[in-house]
């Protein structure tokens, strides 16, 4: 996935997908912010300090790479915990009233 936003960075990396981000203009996609959402994420994001062309790159290496690809799938778990965490705290709140 070419991400450009945090939370469908942290959505795709969650569905065990390998997210390629660069820097942008604003303080979501500050090199420090992706920095810190790529240790967040456990790896599962690849932050391109040079821009589309190094995106490019690494984008063709994760395709040509099976292997890297189940290793996000398998990162998912990890990196964003089970499914069913909304709904969690849904009954929790509404247990609380």
Same mark, same amino acid.
């Given at each position: ?16 997908? !390998? ?36 995106? !490019? ?18 990162? !998912? ?10 709904? =969690?705290?849904?009954? =929790? ?5």
């Amino acid at each position: 996935v070419l991400g450009l936003a945090g939370t469908a960075n942290e959505q795709a990396v969650g569905l065990g997908k !390998a997210v390629v981000t660069m820097p942008g203009h604003g303080p979501q996609t500050s090199l420090t912010r992706l920095w810190e959402q790529q240790q967040l994420l456990l790896g599962g994001v690849y932050v391109m300090e040079y821009g589309p062309c190094e995106a !490019a790159e690494k984008i063709k290496q994760i395709l040509l790479q099976p292997s890297l690809q189940e290793w996000h799938q398998q990162l !998912a778990q990890r990196a964003m915990g089970l499914p069913g965490a909304a709904l =969690r705290m849904a009954q =929790r709140i509404l247990s609380m009233s």
